[in-house]
């Protein structure tokens, strides 16, 4: 599969689900917006966030999230269409939740 970010009208909403499936396939994570979006995914705070720049790089074919969110209305229903539960990035997720952990300590409990 071609790059195909640079042309929104190349993409379908089958071909959008059969992305996100093949994502999941590959490297095993549910794809939120920071998998679909390098940008964003450097400017979050997510430990993993060069990986996924540098498999949306490397790979070359992934579509973009704005496309994604133009054919979908939102990452959540294409999540849902995926066939997956949705849900926010799980290391954004883990993050709040070390940082609960850490406050925790903080306070002696």
């Known amino acids: 599969m071609a790059n195909k970010t640079a042309n929104v009208g190349e993409w379908t909403q089958d071909l959008l689900i059969e992305a996100g499936r ?7 994570e549910v794809p939120t917006q920071a998998h679909f979006y ?11 966030r060069e990986i996924l720049v540098q498999r949306f790089n490397e790979d070359a074919c ?7 969110i133009k054919h979908f209305k939102s990452f959540g229903a294409y999540q849902r269409a995926c066939g997956f539960e949705p849900t ?7 993050g ?12 002696g409990s």
């Open 22 to 28: 093949l994502y999941h396939k590959k490297y095993g």
């Open 38 to 48: 390098p940008n964003g995914a450097l400017k979050s705070k997510r430990q993993d």
């Open 62 to 68: 992934w579509p973009s999230s704005a496309t994604i």
């Open 88 to 94: 926010r990035s799980s290391a954004d997720a883990s």
């Open 96 to 107: 709040k939740i070390q940082r609960l952990l850490d406050l925790q300590k903080e306070m």
